[in-house]
């Protein structure tokens, strides 16, 4: 089986949670939808920089929002981070081959 390294959507999802606060934020909304008052408060963080780094991840498709009477409502987009764990993985998974099948050097 080979391994698919080149995989766009993958390498793009790993460049937008490899950030620790957005790491963070999505370990947050895994348990529950949360307002930004809500992640400001558990991040230890300024607002305009939690509101940031929301706006990332929702452009990347990783959070959906809702509305409830003046508040916006973050949490985890169902499946986002699917090819994600996909594509780690096949990596996880591909087979180790040793001794004979080795490439001669150049």
Known sequence: MAVDVEAPVALD???VVAEPM???ILALLA???LCVCHLVEELAAAQPLVSHHL???RDAGLVETSRHRY???YRLRPGALTPLADALGRLVDAPIHGGGGRRPCC
């Open 13 to 15: 999802l790993l460049r």
């Open 22 to 24: 957005r790491w963070r």
């Open 31 to 33: 348990v529950e939808e």
């Open 55 to 57: 706006r990332v991840l």
């Open 71 to 73: 508040w916006t409502y």
